[in-house]
């Protein structure tokens, strides 16, 4: 697993927001930076989860299919469809 510490981590979650974003600075995987936060006990950007869930439905809702907003916010096809059918 890459050598990142818990305060550049921190400091990388406010700046690169996603731990995809982060894993492809280190050239490791998302679940790879997920198990360092769960290793350091930091939190996942539930905030911005929200923000982009949001956005999700609303784009759902004017008509753009699941493949077209996966591919336009760089998510699997189906974590968009999970967020889609996830009740409010």
């Known amino acids: 697993m890459a050598c ?48 982009r869930n949001e956005k999700i439905k609303t784009l759902f809702k004017k008509g753009q299919t699941g493949i077209k907003i996966a591919k336009g916010l760089d998510l699997s096809i189906s974590q968009v469809y999970r967020i889609i059918k996830k009740k409010a």
Do not use: C, M, W
């Open 4 to 51: 990142i510490s818990k305060p550049e981590l921190i400091k990388l979650q406010k700046t690169l927001i996603t731990d995809a974003a982060i894993g492809a600075k280190f050239g490791i995987t998302r679940q790879a930076v997920h198990q360092l936060r769960v290793k350091y006990e930091i939190d996942a950007n539930l905030a911005k989860n929200k923000e």
